[in-house]
């Protein structure tokens, strides 16, 4: 029976849904996705705010952070990621959080800039390659074209989201709370400074605190179900071996 195009456009909402590994995969790239884009829209004025507008060291911390990201990229291209890919995926979200965000935001020299950039980005390829190589193992390929648009859509949609609250918030509440005489100075000022930038500092932590957590959260998920690992990949080649050669059983959710 022909699927109507309701049921084309929402089958990989509702493919994701059922396999709850996958889910909890994705819940845990949504939320990174989104604090990742709330904290990238930040640096620029975070650095500036706190060097008097000094371009040089803004595009030097951008500059090892492109470094970072093309080490990383090298590293999984020889390497080829964690024998349980599972583990490149939270371990890298995990590096890049602790390592990378929240380091930045509590930073207040070039140097730990430059540094927190470039451990950031370093972990992303290792990250994307072990979670790339978990969906086309879990995934059979003639669904992957419509489960795929669904797991673009619902990460990649947490930018806009995140450009949108982003300014606001920094501007009309934390930097104003984060000034020497403001309401979070006397808590908070010990770790990220006070004056400026200290708010979008204190809103890059946040992330990470927030990110953490989601993390852990969706590790659980995945850990209530069966392992995303090498396992996987072999009872998906059987099933390729099994589609060639006649009918395929119904797969399993996993």
């Not at 992957?144 to 300014?167: D, H, N």
């Amino acid at each position: 029976e022909q699927e109507s195009f309701l049921q084309q456009t929402t089958f990989g909402f509702r493919y994701i849904w059922q396999h709850k590994p996958l889910l909890g995969m994705q819940t845990a790239f949504f939320a990174f996705n989104f604090l990742a884009g709330f904290s990238l829209i930040l640096l620029p004025p975070l650095i500036l705010a706190r060097t008097g507008s000094n371009e040089l060291i803004l595009s030097s911390t951008q500059s090892a952070a492109g470094v970072g990201a093309l080490v990383g990229g090298i590293l999984m291209s020889l390497w080829g990621g964690p024998k349980r890919r599972v583990h490149g995926v939270f371990l890298s979200l995990a590096f890049a959080g602790l390592c990378g965000i929240a380091l930045l935001g509590v930073a207040q020299n070039t140097a730990v800039w430059a540094i927190a950039a470039f451990m950031n980005l370093i972990a992303i390829p290792i990250m994307n390659g072990s979670n790339q190589a978990i969906w086309q193992s879990k995934v059979p390929p003639q669904l992957q074209g419509r489960v795929f648009a669904t797991r673009r859509l619902i990460a990649q949609i947490t930018f806009p989201a995140a450009m949108l609250i982003a300014g606001p918030l920094a501007d009309r509440w934390l930097e104003p709370a984060m000034q020497p005489d403001g309401a979070l100075a006397p808590i908070l000022g010990w770790l990220v400074g006070t004056g400026s930038g200290a708010g979008i500092g204190r809103a890059r932590r946040s992330c990470q605190q927030r990110g953490r957590y989601q993390l852990g959260r969706a590790r659980r998920i995945v850990g209530r179900h069966r392992e995303l690992g090498p396992r996987d990949e072999r009872q998906r080649a059987r099933h390729v071996l099994r589609h060639a050669s006649g009918p395929a059983a119904p797969e399993k959710e996993c």
